[in-house]
């Protein structure tokens, strides 16, 4: 199941409206879904002591959408220097930002930990002693190694390029407590586009059991446990949603069999990104033109500078030809303009027959989609538009235009002479 039949049912009728007036193409995304998906994990978490959703803002880096994340209480999971600025320009504070970077470089570390805090969340043992200042509480990610994930974007543990290995997780705490560390958390991600909540729970065991050996070893107490992103959405037709409730009231389960055990119980942190805004923006672009050649062609006036996923992941994104929902079918290929065969949205896909005009909504585009965007080809990324509670709609990014394409092509004459 795609985007919402609530979304729909008030983005359709004004489609049309909106795009006289901003023009294709545009992502627009849905506050009401965001806020409905952020109480649910809120509330769906509500057994445990303390629960936080740090929001992974490279899934849809607008500072709208982070105001909307900071109302709602959430933090921020950021890995780059412009990510935490967009953070603590929407609010956030130290606590508020998780920094998961990985090949951190010193520039990183100083825009992290010295202008302005964060917690901290080292990805090497080599770090320890790269980091300017250690703070009072030091996380690790934690890269458990052999252990099958199945999931594809990741791959496997021992060949991804993230985290602190199994072998050195326990020196690592030890080395942090002697160089003054105070405070501790643990990190680990192991999903990407997860839709077995199982997993998920798994995760939560693997790494309660892990701080508990810790704990010992080291003689230190943990604050929180980070399970990372990696929630999955549906973006078929008829591919069940992830079981949040199966998945949070198993894991509240551990969490209370751990209190039991231990005489308390560590907070829970999660960096949602897809799960939170993935399926509440959809791309709408329309049709310029059609081709008939071995294929059937339906070329828009988008292209994949503002949607990479069907390209490099081949990746399927639903699409609805707006007013034509029941009529007669084709089977095209949608493409964009640039000179790169993978510059397709939808390949051999059964939809309604499509003329020139027709309004294109190509969906689940709120994660990964603008974000991911460039500039390849001279293409420009289209704007955003926010679908307010209130019913009316703000934009929230420009589009890019030729003199922003220029604008690196401004500079002091440089040359060396060798
Ligand atoms: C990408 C990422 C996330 C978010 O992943 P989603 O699949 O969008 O939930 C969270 N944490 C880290 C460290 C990431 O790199």
Not at 84 to 96: E, F, I, K, Y
Not at 161 to 173: F, L, M, N, P
Request: proline letters at 4%; hydrophobic letters at 40%.
């Amino acid at each position: 199941m795609p985007i919402s039949q609530s979304y729909k049912k008030r983005l359709y009728p004004v489609i049309q409206t909106i795009a006289d007036h901003y023009q294709t193409p545009f992502h627009i995304y849905d506050e009401a879904g965001i806020r409905s998906t952020g109480q649910k994990l809120q509330e769906a978490f509500s057994g445990i002591d303390c629960f936080k959703e740090f929001y992974a803002v490279k899934a849809l880096p607008n500072p709208k959408i982070l105001a909307l994340m900071k109302d709602m209480g959430f933090g921020f999971d950021c890995s780059s220097i412009a990510e935490l600025r967009l953070s603590r320009q929407a609010g956030a504070t130290p606590d508020d930002i998780i920094f998961t970077s990985n090949n951190t470089s010193g520039l990183d570390f100083s825009e992290a930990a010295l202008a302005g805090g964060c917690i901290l969340n080292l990805d090497d043992i080599n770090l320890i002693d790269s980091v300017p200042v250690l703070p009072d509480l030091v996380c690790f990610r934690y890269n458990p190694g052999a252990r099958r994930t199945g999931n594809e974007i990741i791959g496997t543990p021992t060949e991804a390029k993230y985290g602190v290995s199994h072998d050195q997780i326990v020196a690592a705490y030890r080395r942090v407590k002697d160089k003054g560390a105070t405070r501790f958390g643990l990190h680990t991600m192991l999903a990407s586009n997860e839709l077995n909540y199982t997993y998920m729970v798994q995760t939560v065991q693997m790494l309660l059991d892990l701080i508990t050996v810790i704990s010992k070893e080291v003689d230190i107490t943990f604050e929180f446990i980070n399970i990372g992103g990696g929630l999955g959405i549906p973006y078929t037709p008829n591919t069940p949603e992830l079981d949040l409730t199966s998945m949070a009231n198993e894991i509240t389960t551990l969490f209370t069999d751990f209190a039991d055990s231990y005489g308390y119980q560590p907070a829970l942190y999660m960096e949602s990104g897809r799960y939170m805004t993935g399926p509440h923006g959809v791309l709408a672009s329309r049709a310029i033109n059609r081709k008939e050649i071995y294929r059937t062609y339906v070329g828009i006036d988008a292209s994949m500078s503002a949607l990479m996923r069907p390209g490099i992941y081949n990746a399927y994104h639903h699409i609805d030809v707006v007013g034509k929902e029941n009529t007669a079918t084709e089977i095209v290929d949608v493409v964009g303009s640039l000179c790169e065969n993978n510059d397709k949205f939808a390949v051999q896909r059964e939809l309604p027959v499509i003329s020139t005009g027709d309004m294109l909504i190509i969906q689940d585009t709120g994660a990964h989609g603008i974000a991911m965007g460039f500039n390849y080809n001279g293409s420009l990324r289209p704007k955003e538009l926010l679908l307010k509670i209130d019913g009316s709609v703000e934009l929230i990014r420009r589009e890019e235009n030729i003199e922003d394409y220029m604008a690196t092509l401004s500079f002091e004459e440089d040359t060396l002479s060798l």
